[in-house]
């Protein structure tokens, strides 16, 4: 099994600052893409950044600027820090990793449990 386990959500007032980190752990060959997904009250789940390499890095247009993506492969984690906070970037935040768990098998997708931003004075 795979588990991500996600961290550093909570409350913060607008313009300020977070920093999400996620833990991959169990029967782990090689991650490739890690990444990051929100889903705000009402709306669908959207994708917020990805990362395959720290050199290699997505973002959404809503975030460019102000959110960073990285990873510490020698800890499978991959963490995203929040700059510039606003309410609109209040949502469940869940992170990803698109794991290969044996030299063998194909890479899947695996998720986290989700942890709540909230953007709010």
């Known amino acids: 099994q795979v588990q991500l386990v996600e961290s550093g959500g909570g409350l913060v007032q607008p313009g300020g600052s977070l920093r999400l980190s996620c833990a991959a752990s169990g029967t782990i060959f090689s991650i490739n893409a890690m990444g990051w997904y929100r889903q705000a009250p009402g709306k669908q789940r959207e994708l917020v950044a990805t990362c395959i390499s720290n050199d290699n890095t997505n973002y959404a247009d809503s975030v460019k600027g102000r959110f960073s993506i990285s990873r510490d492969n020698a800890k499978n984690t991959v963490y995203l820090q929040m700059n510039s906070l606003k309410p609109e970037d209040t949502a469940v935040y869940y992170c990803?990793?698109?794991?290969?768990?044996?030299?063998?098998?194909?890479?899947?997708?695996?998720w986290g449990q989700g942890t709540q931003v909230t953007v709010s004075s």
């Open positions: 990803y990793g698109n794991v290969r768990r044996t030299r063998w098998s194909s890479a899947d997708n695996y």
